[in-house]
Protein backbone atom coordinates (compact mmCIF):
# COMPACT_ATOMS: atom_id res chain seq x y z
CA UNK A 1 0.00 0.00 0.00
CA UNK A 2 0.67 3.66 -1.10
CA UNK A 3 -0.28 6.66 0.80
CA UNK A 4 -0.32 10.19 -0.76
CA UNK A 5 -0.93 12.94 1.40
CA UNK A 6 -1.49 16.27 -0.46
CA UNK A 7 -1.54 19.87 0.23
CA UNK A 8 -1.15 23.78 -0.60
CA UNK A 9 -4.53 24.15 -2.69
CA UNK A 10 -6.69 26.91 -1.75
CA UNK A 11 -8.31 30.41 -3.13
CA UNK A 12 -6.43 32.80 -5.45
CA UNK A 13 -7.06 35.49 -7.30
CA UNK A 14 -6.77 35.61 -11.01
CA UNK A 15 -2.47 35.48 -11.93
CA UNK A 16 -1.97 34.12 -8.83
CA UNK A 17 0.11 31.32 -7.82
CA UNK A 18 -0.19 28.47 -5.63
CA UNK A 19 2.13 25.43 -4.75
CA UNK A 20 1.08 21.66 -4.30
CA UNK A 21 3.62 19.05 -2.56
CA UNK A 22 2.23 15.33 -2.80
CA UNK A 23 4.58 13.06 -0.43
CA UNK A 24 4.01 9.28 -1.04
CA UNK A 25 4.83 6.93 2.16
CA UNK A 26 4.33 3.39 2.73
CA UNK A 27 5.74 0.79 -0.11
CA UNK A 28 7.33 3.31 -2.67
CA UNK A 29 9.30 1.37 -5.19
CA UNK A 30 11.74 3.07 -7.38
CA UNK A 31 10.58 3.73 -10.96
CA UNK A 32 7.69 5.52 -9.83
CA UNK A 33 5.41 8.04 -12.22
CA UNK A 34 4.19 10.74 -10.32
CA UNK A 35 1.66 13.51 -11.42
CA UNK A 36 -0.97 15.87 -11.02
CA UNK A 37 -4.63 15.55 -11.93
CA UNK A 38 -7.82 17.57 -11.78
CA UNK A 39 -11.25 17.45 -12.21
CA UNK A 40 -13.59 20.69 -12.47
CA UNK A 41 -17.48 20.04 -11.55
CA UNK A 42 -19.05 18.29 -14.63
CA UNK A 43 -15.50 16.75 -16.27
CA UNK A 44 -13.92 13.86 -16.69
CA UNK A 45 -10.63 13.85 -14.64
CA UNK A 46 -7.81 15.35 -17.08
CA UNK A 47 -4.02 14.84 -16.45
CA UNK A 48 -2.17 18.15 -15.27
CA UNK A 49 1.50 17.06 -15.52
CA UNK A 50 3.32 13.81 -14.39
CA UNK A 51 7.48 13.50 -13.97
CA UNK A 52 8.92 9.90 -14.08
CA UNK A 53 11.73 8.64 -11.39
CA UNK A 54 14.56 9.58 -14.50
CA UNK A 55 12.94 13.43 -14.78
CA UNK A 56 11.07 13.20 -17.94
CA UNK A 57 8.15 15.61 -18.06
CA UNK A 58 4.85 15.87 -19.53
CA UNK A 59 2.60 19.11 -19.33
CA UNK A 60 -1.28 19.04 -20.17
CA UNK A 61 -0.78 21.94 -23.43
CA UNK A 62 -3.23 23.94 -21.41
CA UNK A 63 -0.73 24.33 -18.34
CA UNK A 64 2.17 24.69 -20.28
CA UNK A 65 4.48 26.94 -19.56
CA UNK A 66 2.42 28.20 -16.29
CA UNK A 67 3.05 25.35 -14.62
CA UNK A 68 6.08 23.35 -13.29
CA UNK A 69 6.43 20.09 -11.89
CA UNK A 70 9.44 18.68 -9.65
CA UNK A 71 9.84 15.81 -7.20
CA UNK A 72 12.78 14.82 -5.06
CA UNK A 73 13.13 11.23 -5.05
CA UNK A 74 14.63 10.60 -1.72
CA UNK A 75 11.59 12.09 -0.02
CA UNK A 76 8.96 10.66 -2.25
CA UNK A 77 7.61 14.01 -2.78
CA UNK A 78 6.32 15.85 -5.52
CA UNK A 79 5.20 19.79 -6.43
CA UNK A 80 3.21 21.05 -8.43
CA UNK A 81 4.02 24.90 -8.97
CA UNK A 82 1.06 26.86 -10.43
CA UNK A 83 1.57 30.62 -11.80
CA UNK A 84 -0.56 32.67 -13.39
CA UNK A 85 -3.89 30.65 -12.17
CA UNK A 86 -7.00 31.25 -14.71
CA UNK A 87 -10.53 31.01 -13.89
CA UNK A 88 -10.28 27.92 -16.34
CA UNK A 89 -7.40 26.15 -13.53
CA UNK A 90 -10.51 26.00 -10.40
CA UNK A 91 -11.09 22.40 -10.23
CA UNK A 92 -10.01 19.43 -7.60
CA UNK A 93 -6.37 18.66 -8.06
CA UNK A 94 -5.12 14.70 -7.35
CA UNK A 95 -1.80 13.54 -6.56
CA UNK A 96 -0.86 9.92 -7.99
CA UNK A 97 1.35 7.66 -8.04
CA UNK A 98 2.03 4.77 -10.56
CA UNK A 99 4.34 1.89 -11.51
CA UNK A 100 4.45 0.22 -14.17
CA UNK A 101 7.10 -2.57 -13.37
CA UNK A 102 6.24 -5.14 -11.37
CA UNK A 103 5.17 -4.97 -8.72
CA UNK A 104 2.65 -2.53 -10.89
CA UNK A 105 0.28 -0.12 -8.36
CA UNK A 106 -1.60 3.37 -9.07
CA UNK A 107 -2.99 5.11 -5.85
CA UNK A 108 -5.09 8.19 -5.94
CA UNK A 109 -4.65 11.08 -3.29
CA UNK A 110 -7.53 12.41 -1.64
CA UNK A 111 -7.54 15.90 -3.35
CA UNK A 112 -6.89 19.47 -2.73
CA UNK A 113 -9.24 22.34 -4.27
CA UNK A 114 -8.26 25.33 -5.87
CA UNK A 115 -10.25 28.15 -6.88
CA UNK A 116 -9.11 30.70 -9.09
CA UNK A 117 -11.89 33.53 -8.36
CA UNK A 118 -11.56 37.18 -7.70
Known amino acids: QVQLDESGGGLVQPGGTLRLSCKASGRVFAAATMGWYRQAPGSQREMVAT???????RYADSVEGRFTISRDNSKNTAWLQMDNLQREDTAVYYC????????????WGQGTQVTVSS
Open 51 to 57: ITSGGNI
Open 96 to 107: NIRRTMTPTYSY
